[in-house]
């Protein structure tokens, strides 16, 4: 599917919150309260200014990236572990607050011109950290059971974003990505046969649905100034994420973990590919030229029409994470500055 614009610059969800909107997030107030509108607008127009072609609200009104499930659905059990907050499912499931993306897009298409991007989590990785075999067997006794009961939920939430207005919808799955390391692979008897049942999970919530760009995020989870957690191409799950039925990839490839660049001339032509091209994770601010560079290789196996630029991940997976709102902004006006100097060079 080709862009409409050249090298469009993106985000890929999340954005540093400062620390009152740290605390709103935890106060547990209304996640659309007047307060939290106002910082919204804050961090939609730090991302117009930087120049971002296609713009989210940051996650921040999300406690994680993950979490907000519990926004939507009731049967979890909220706790905190080191400081950070979690959810396990004890209950079963019921969809009382739906529309919740909804009420994102809503609030972005009302306050920016821009394309507007809305992430939500897949259902195999919600399967993946929020069941657990004894607390949550009373409610689902399979993992399988209960990333069952996700999908029709996830697959109302991504109509009613499409309806709002979303340009695209994002899926993140980290835990697919996974799959390209060996050691994951070695947790499981057959790891292709799960890392094909995580693809058909997301596939059920996605299947059919036009009138949106419909996206996969695969990164090497995201753990912020410690780094990563997976290592290895993405030529392991290639095959596999092929047959999802989805319009674009968005991957990670300014790490040296992510592997051969050559594995994307292997993504089928019908799928743009969101290039992680700039860092999330560290200090160093990358220039221009050390992001082009990035870009220039991917250009190598894939066509401009095809390429969104984007950070390999979200900035702040979870509301606490602690990377600084001024950094992000000074890497996100550097990928706008490449994406023009590319747009000139390739028109």
Same mark, same amino acid.
């Given at each position: 599917?080709?862009?409409?614009?050249?090298?469009?610059?993106?985000?890929? /969800?999340?954005?540093?919150?400062?620390?009152?909107?740290?605390?709103?997030?935890?106060?547990?107030?209304?996640?659309?309260?007047?307060?939290?509108?106002?910082?919204?607008?804050?961090?939609?127009?730090?991302?117009?200014?930087?120049?971002?072609?296609?713009?989210?609200? /940051?996650?921040?009104?999300?406690?994680?990236?993950?979490?907000?499930?519990?926004?939507?659905?009731?049967?979890?059990?909220?706790?905190?572990?080191?400081?950070?907050?979690?959810?396990?499912?004890?209950?079963?499931?019921?969809?009382?607050?739906?529309?919740?993306?909804?009420?994102?897009?809503?609030?972005?298409?009302?306050?920016?011109?821009?394309?507007?991007?809305?992430?939500?989590?897949?259902?195999?990785?919600?399967?993946?950290?929020?069941?657990?075999?004894?607390?949550?067997?009373?409610?689902?006794?399979?993992?399988?059971?209960?990333?069952?009961?996700?999908?029709?939920?996830?697959?109302?939430?991504?109509?009613?974003?499409?309806?709002?207005?979303?340009?695209?919808?994002?899926?993140?799955? =980290?835990?697919?990505?996974?799959?390209?390391?060996?050691?994951?692979?070695?947790?499981?008897?057959?790891?292709?046969?799960?890392?094909?049942?995580?693809?058909?999970?997301?596939?059920?919530?996605?299947?059919?649905?036009? /009138?949106?760009?419909?996206?996969?995020?695969?990164?090497?989870?995201?753990?912020?100034?410690?780094?990563?957690?997976?290592?290895?191409?993405?030529?392991?799950?290639? =095959?596999?994420?092929?047959?999802?039925?989805?319009?674009?990839?968005?991957?990670?490839?300014?790490?040296?973990?992510?592997?051969?660049?050559?594995?994307?001339?292997?993504?089928?032509?019908?799928?743009?590919?969101?290039?992680?091209?700039?860092?999330?994770?560290?200090?160093?601010?990358?220039?221009?030229?050390?992001?082009?560079?990035?870009?220039?290789?991917?250009?190598?196996?894939?066509?401009?029409?095809?390429?969104?630029?984007?950070?390999?991940?979200?900035?702040?997976?979870?509301?606490?994470?602690?990377?600084?709102?001024?950094?992000?902004?000074?890497?996100?006006?550097?990928?706008?500055?490449?994406?023009?100097?590319?747009?000139?060079?390739?028109?």
């Amino acid at each position: 599917m080709a862009q409409s614009l050249l090298f469009p610059a993106s985000v890929v /969800g999340s954005l540093p919150r400062p620390k009152f909107v740290q605390d709103i997030i935890l106060s547990d107030s209304d996640p659309f309260s007047s307060l939290m509108d106002t910082a919204v607008q804050y961090v939609i127009a730090l991302q117009e200014h930087a120049g971002v072609d296609i713009i989210s609200d /940051g996650e921040w009104r999300r406690k994680s990236y993950i979490g907000v499930i519990a926004q939507i659905a009731s049967g979890f059990e909220h706790y905190f572990d080191d400081g950070r907050t979690w959810h396990i499912v004890t209950t079963r499931l019921e969809h009382i607050s739906p529309g919740f993306f909804a009420r994102e897009v809503k609030f972005l298409k009302q306050h920016t011109n821009k394309k507007v991007k809305v992430c939500m989590p897949s259902p195999y990785l919600l399967g993946v950290r929020m069941w657990d075999a004894e607390r949550s067997r009373d409610a689902y006794p399979l993992r399988r059971d209960f990333i069952t009961a996700l999908i029709p939920i996830l697959r109302k939430e991504l109509l009613l974003a499409k309806d709002a207005g979303a340009d695209v919808i994002q899926i993140d799955d =980290p835990h697919i990505c996974l799959f390209v390391d060996p050691k994951t692979r070695a947790e499981y008897k057959n790891p292709d046969d799960e890392l094909r049942y995580a693809c058909r999970a997301v596939h059920e919530v996605t299947q059919g649905i036009g /009138g949106v760009e419909r996206a996969l995020h695969l990164c090497r989870r995201n753990k912020g100034r410690r780094g990563w957690i997976g290592e290895g191409s993405y030529d392991a799950i290639i =095959p596999f994420i092929s047959e999802i039925d989805l319009d674009q990839f968005v991957l990670e490839y300014s790490i040296p973990s992510a592997g051969d660049i050559q594995a994307l001339a292997k993504l089928p032509e019908r799928f743009t590919i969101g290039f992680g091209c700039v860092d999330c994770r560290f200090e160093h601010i990358e220039s221009p030229l050390e992001i082009a560079q990035r870009v220039e290789r991917a250009l190598l196996f894939v066509p401009p029409e095809r390429i969104v630029l984007n950070p390999d991940c979200g900035f702040a997976p979870s509301s606490q994470a602690e990377i600084p709102l001024d950094e992000a902004y000074e890497k996100l006006k550097n990928e706008v500055a490449v994406a023009r100097m590319l747009r000139e060079k390739y028109a």
